[in-house]
């Protein structure tokens, strides 16, 4: 069987991190199988529908490393096949005119709120044997729902799922203006499309039933569905576009690795055996529905820069320098052509105890900036004491020729016995001298990843 798979975001704002599950799940199930995964773009909400929206959706998608088969399906190019179905569906007798006024609508939402039970259309115009057609009201099409017995899906995901079928209003197909809903629509693609399976949240349960009928009114071929459950905040509730770090672009800003990402989502509601680190090849591999958990995911940030770290610290150091590289241009200071060299030599202990390519950056300041200043907080550390020892570094060290870790050592050494200190006595003011700051990278690595002039000129601003 061959398995063509789909990922149906609408630009109506910036991709959800989801949705990037969601498509991520799509995408793994269909290279798998050796089968195709394909992106709709359903931009037939023309009023909310923006095309910067849609190049976040496909960058995004880009960025983390999913990349579509063919070109983007635009939905709103196929309007007409699904008006040709809509009408299709009126002729067969599986929908009809709802001529009800929004008002009409509107008391029978509230009629149904102050009962205490949720709004269902009452079918008025389902069967209009009495009733007169109004010349001032254009009407909608609805589809003409199942009223007695039992519907069910077998979910991929959640098992066999049951509904009963009166509790399905006649929804909605085509609009008064005559455009297509959501739920005419994904059908009439999909089975375009010839999609075999269709992963999408748990949220789509109720829709998948909806859609299921119109299927079924056309005789076509009903994909699988897999309905997987929805990722919650830290805080437990549905995350929405509204909470923080809920977009690719979040995380991109951060600082986060797109293969780190991609792990962290592979892993959030999925897993294999007790296995956390998988390489693209092992998530293609290995994944498969049946890993797929049916209880909610809660999105920690805490993990995916746990994650982050390790992919960091494994990552080869070049392509680690690249990737700072372009982060350090878009949202921080670009790093001067003469500092790559010292940068990229440096990298092995700049990333040390990083957790984002931003903490690589704040750690690789001291050589990409050319003026240090000192915090304030720390200047108070910078006692007299401290001023002498830096004092007597600078005499020894401007008397080495070639500046190297053990000749570097000893002058730390002496000026340790002679001060009667420890190694911190000696390195931290040699540190705040350096980079501003007590904290950073060891002194020996600061020292002789920057110039023997650069060294001697930092020193020699603090008296």
Known sequence: MSFICRFAPSPTGPLHIGGVRTALFNWLLAKKNKGKFYLRIEDTDKERSKEEFKKQIIDSLTWIGINHDGEEYIQSKNIKKHKEIASELLKKGYAYKCYCSEEEIKKQKEKCKKQGIPYTYNRKWRDPKDLKVPTNIKPVVRFKSKITGESKIKDLVQGEVNITNSIIEDFVILRQDGSPTYQLSAVVDDHEMKITHVIRGDDHKINTFKQKQIYEAMKWDIPEFAHIP??????????????????????????????????????LGWAYKDKEIFTLEESINLFDLKGVGKSPSKLDLTRILSINEYYIKNIDEKQLFDLLKRFAEKFRTKIDSSKEKSVLESISFLKNKAKTLDDIYCNSEYIIKDNIEILAEDKKLLDSNSKKIISEFLEKFNKIDNPNRENIEKIINDLIKKYNTNFKGVGQPLRIALVGSRFGPGIYNIILSLTKNEVVKRISKIN
């Open 230 to 267: 929805l990722i919650h905040s830290d805080k437990g509730s549905k995350l929405s576009k509204r909470d923080m770090a809920s977009t690719i672009g979040d995380y991109i800003k951060k600082g986060i690795l797109a293969d780190a990402l991609r792990n962290y989502l592979l892993r």
